[in-house]
């Protein structure tokens, strides 16, 4: 199948937002051939597996438009990207440590014609930074680290009273389980999974995380503690 009869069969877009998937599609396998970007290149999958499950995060958060967004080890843009497109007024900034994914996604979203910041950096160290620290009505973050490295990374970025999603696959609850005391430390606690089922019947879970309170100084820690001693 097509992007366009994959998105047209499970989500209701306008056709100019159809034709921008598409692009970003033809973009992504593009440059593909050139650079790692992802291992999913059929279309069907494209659309399945980092389209609607990028826009599934519309369906388990209440994201109103101008929110403010961070996506952690963002890639080649998802779930960033898919947000955008469904939703031009979203203020988002995108992070990643590989700055050659980051001058494809600069290069994209010109070509599509979308506004987006995005940062060079090491997550734990743009969570020190005044700048970025609290400032975020959501952190968002699919296929980066384990759930108790993941929350240390994110949770710093958002207001006191936001939300991290964690994008995760069928495991959910054995990593919410590992994650509590990081929880407690953070200052964050899991609201909801919600769970989400893609074409194919691919489950996915979507850890919804408030933070409650403001988060510590001593945290994020340095990479080196964060993965010797995860919370
Ligand atoms: N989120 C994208 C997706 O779902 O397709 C990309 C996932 S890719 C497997 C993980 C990305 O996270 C990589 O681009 C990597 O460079 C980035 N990354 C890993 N650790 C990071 C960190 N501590 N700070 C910023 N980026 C990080």
Do not use: W
Request: glycine share 6%.
């Amino acid at each position: 199948m097509s992007i366009r009869s994959v998105l047209q069969d499970n989500i209701s877009l306008p056709v100019e937002k159809i034709t921008a998937f598409e692009k970003f599609a033809d973009l992504l396998k593009e440059k593909n051939k050139q650079m790692n970007l992802t291992a999913i290149t059929d279309d069907d999958e494209i659309a399945v597996k980092h389209f609607l499950d990028s826009l599934s995060l519309y369906n388990a958060l209440d994201i109103k438009d101008n929110s403010k967004i961070i996506d952690i080890g963002t890639g080649a843009g998802f779930p960033s990207i898919p947000l955008l497109i469904y939703n031009k007024t979203l203020k988002i900034t995108m992070v990643d440590s590989l700055s050659k994914r980051l001058r494809f996604i600069d290069e994209t979203l010109g070509k599509l014609d979308l506004t987006a910041e995005t940062v060079h950096a090491r997550a734990e160290d743009l969570g020190r930074d005044s700048e970025y620290r609290g400032k975020y009505d959501f952190a968002v973050s699919r296929a980066v680290a384990g759930l108790n490295v993941l929350v240390e990374l994110c949770v710093p970025f958002v207001k006191t009273g936001g939300i991290f999603a964690a994008m995760k696959g069928p495991e959910a609850e054995n990593e919410i389980s590992a994650t509590k005391n990081a929880l407690d430390l953070l200052g964050a606690e899991v609201t909801e999974v919600k769970s989400v089922v893609l074409p194919g019947e691919l489950t996915r879970n979507i850890i919804v995380i408030r933070k409650v309170r403001e988060t510590d100084d001593r945290f994020p820690r340095t990479s080196k503690n964060i993965l010797k001693r995860p919370l």
